[in-house]
């Protein structure tokens, strides 16, 4: 199944961007008449049929929408430290994608070691992505803000779980994120650098209520364990 994109509808009838356009009308080669698949990036997918195949703005007639098409039963933030590394940065919001996230917030801890990050590459992919897995909903890629910032922004009512490494707490004293996770349907997971998040970061959490959870026992990479994060979400209340 292909999927395209686009924000510009009028009435009836959708504008695909030169991108989409392009990609539609040189690389698949639809013509005027074909059947067209589109979302919105709002959760509503579009049957539609091309009206016009300009590959710079192709245009193309609503016969009919889905709502909530490729939805999840819950809504998911995700705020992880950019990767020193940024294609392992890229590889998390691919696949977090893929699976089923909300928001993709990047978050600048005390101990990041990389202090800057640009979002317009990473909102690419994850169109991309939502494209590729059959999705109508676009997840957002919010600005970076500090750790302590996004701490004190987070939604009150919603679960909020911080993922860092504590090897002096006791194993029977540790929470899996599996076992945080009941039926709660807003979530924001915060997920550290490299070098794991301050003590200060960490006091400050929970005293804006986060609670600590773990992802076993297996030391992971940053990426590692935010994509780890996504799919327990995703196997838990799906």
């Known amino acids: 199944m292909e999927i395209f994109y686009s924000d510009s509808f009028s009435g009836d009838t959708l504008v695909l961007n030169q991108e989409e356009s392009g990609h539609c009308i040189k690389v ?18 579009y049957d539609c049929v091309l009206m016009n195949a300009d ?13 909530g098409f490729g939805s999840h039963p819950y809504h998911l933030t995700m ?10 940065f890229e590889w998390f919001a691919e696949k977090a994608t893929e699976v089923g996230v909300d928001v993709i ?37 919010s600005e970076p803000v500090s750790v302590k910032d996004f701490i004190k922004s987070a939604p009150g009512d919603a679960l909020k779980l911080i993922c860092y490494c ?3 707490l006791p194993r029977e004293k540790r929470i899996s994120i599996m076992d945080a996770i009941s039926g709660e349907r807003e979530i924001c ?10 003590n200060e970061e960490i006091a400050l959490a929970f005293a804006d209520g986060w609670k600590p959870v773990h992802l076993g026992d297996s030391r ?6 935010a994509v780890a994060a996504v799919t327990a979400v995703y196997f838990k209340l799906l």
């Open 28 to 45: 698949l080669r639809h013509r005027e008449g074909d059947a067209i698949s589109v979302i919105d990036g709002e959760g509503a997918l």
């Open 55 to 67: 590959p710079r703005e192709a245009r193309a007639r609503i016969k009919g929408k889905t709502a």
């Open 79 to 88: 705020a992880v430290c950019p990767t020193k590394n940024a294609d392992r």
């Open 105 to 141: 917030a990047p978050v600048i801890a005390d101990h990041s070691e990389r202090k800057v990050f640009k979002t317009d590459r990473i909102k690419r992919i994850v169109l991309s992505a939502t494209k590729q897995s059959l999705k109508a909903r676009l997840p957002k890629v």
């Open 166 to 168: 504590d090897s002096t």
């Open 189 to 198: 997971i915060l997920i550290g650098p490299e070098g794991d998040f301050s």
């Open 220 to 225: 992971l990479r940053t990426e590692t364990a």
